[in-house]
T-cell receptor
Framework: SAVISQKPSRDICQRGTSLTIQCQVDSQVTMMFWYRQQPGQSLTLIATANQGSEATYESGFVIDKFPISRPNLTFSTLTVSNMSPEDSSIYLC??????????FGPGTRLTVT | QKEVEQNSGPLSVPEGAIASLNCTYSDRGSQSFFWYRQYSGKSPELIMFIYSNGDKEDGRFTAQLNKASQYVSLLIRDSQPSDSATYLCADRTGNQFYFGTGTSLTVIP
């Protein structure tokens, strides 16, 4: 498995501001992903964080709104920019290990007022 | 866009019974499937994965895959109250996972 930590664990932010979420893994991993889980919903993949190159975004998500950094094989950040109440959600970092395993961090619970 | 569909439930079973959770997927080319358990307020945790037609057993859990019918299921034998959670089915394509909306399971003591 992998030990994944996220910071912050939760935050309450004002509309129009930005929040950067950090994801740290205890060992090097090739694949890192960012998901969103809105209240009562399943997980939606935002993007794949690529080390050394730009993130790969899923349909409906854009870099200007969700810029992602991946400076090395153990760390990534997701920024939620110009927030609105619709961005209130849980944001989860996950890592892929081996061919069949994916592990999730504890999540960041974001509330936008 | 890939679709992974699950009955949202809630599904209630008595303690000791078999819980059956079902999932269908849209992409006939999908190769591997995953079941995650998510307790309220927690992040998902991997239960098991399956990539071959047929059954795969791990303790009280059995995953079943039928690629012809594009159908995946998870059976939980001897259900316990601690199994009460939301179960998420996921379809993996390349390095990306696509999740269903989850089925809420309650095991009644």
């Amino acid at each position: 498995s992998a030990v994944i930590s996220q910071k912050p664990s939760r935050d309450i932010c004002q509309r129009g501001t930005s929040l950067t979420i950090q994801c740290q893994v205890d060992s090097q991993v090739t694949m890192m992903f960012w998901y969103r889980q809105q209240p009562g919903q399943s997980l939606t993949l935002i993007a794949t964080a690529n080390q050394g190159s730009e993130a790969t975004y899923e349909s409906g998500f854009v870099i200007d709104k969700f810029p992602i950094s991946r400076p090395n094989l153990t760390f990534s950040t997701l920024t939620v920019s110009n927030m609105s109440p619709e961005d209130s959600s849980i944001y989860l970092c996950s890592v892929g290990r081996g061919e069949y395993e994916q592990y999730f961090g504890p999540g960041t619970r974001l509330t936008v007022t | 866009q890939k679709e992974v569909e699950q009955n949202s439930g809630p599904l209630s079973v008595p303690e000791g019974a078999i819980a059956s959770l079902n999932c269908t997927y849209s992409d006939r080319g999908s190769q591997s499937f995953f079941w995650y358990r998510q307790y309220s307020g927690k992040s998902p945790e991997l239960i098991m994965f399956i990539y071959s037609n047929g059954d795969k057993e791990d303790g009280r859990f059995t995953a079943q895959l039928n690629k012809a019918s594009q159908y995946v299921s998870l059976l939980i034998r001897d259900s316990q109250p601690s199994d009460s959670a939301t179960y998420l089915c996921a379809d993996r394509t390349g390095n990306q996972f696509y999740f269903g909306t989850g089925t809420s399971l309650t095991v009644i003591p």
